[in-house]
């Protein structure tokens, strides 16, 4: 009987987390198109790249953030909301609790949508896609935190991906996988 219910309690584990601890394969390789244009802190101004990309939006801007501190970037995010942009973020809730200089809240009051990923010890995507669903769509992505510190004091990296909706669509569904499993912000 123990041997019984030793092995049931072990396929109970293993279905419970084979899902998460599966790695599956990438999506295959795409055809390069679009422009590519890379920006390098603390020399270029990354901040301002990320700015002007989110000031160009027309319909939809998905954030996926470690920390969002820049007061600029936020500004950014909620002018493009103000003018009628679907404007989403995801961020880490870790972060949110740790760091007082959180843009998070502010997005909130503002009526950003804000969702928050526990389910990772670090949600550390540091993303922006714009208007994915356009011939026009761009991914920003790279090592850089949406935070003063990344532009002024530390070595960081983007590289902006314009025109290539395939992309952009990989990374849409990405964002939306990690949506689903995360927490919506309440304030």
């Not at 103000?82 to 009051?109: F, H, N, T, Y």
């Not at 010890?121 to 714009?130: C, D, E, G």
Request: hydrophobic share 50%; aromatic share 6%.
């Amino acid at each position: 009987m123990r041997q019984w219910l030793a092995i049931a309690a072990a396929c109970i584990c293993a279905a419970i987390v084979a899902p998460h601890a599966i790695a599956r394969d990438p999506a295959p390789a795409m055809a390069a198109q679009g422009t590519l244009q890379a920006a390098f802190a603390p020399w270029d101004n990354v901040e301002g790249v990320i700015i002007d990309e989110i000031a160009g939006a027309r319909r939809q801007v998905l954030v996926q953030a470690y920390l969002l501190t820049s007061k600029k970037i936020a500004n950014a995010l909620i002018a493009a909301y103000r003018r009628g942009v679907d404007v989403r973020v995801l961020a880490d809730a870790e972060q949110l609790s740790k760091i007082e200089s959180s843009m998070l809240p502010d997005l909130a009051a503002t009526g950003i949508p804000v969702w928050l990923e526990t389910k990772y010890q670090n949600a550390h995507n540091k993303i922006v896609v714009i208007d994915a669903a356009t011939p026009d769509a761009t991914v920003i992505t790279g090592s850089f935190n949406f935070t003063w510190n990344a532009q002024h004091k530390n070595a960081e990296n983007i590289i902006i991906v314009r025109r290539n909706p395939s992309l952009a669509s990989q990374y849409t569904l990405n964002w939306e996988r990690h949506r689903q499993d995360a927490m919506q912000y309440k304030k």
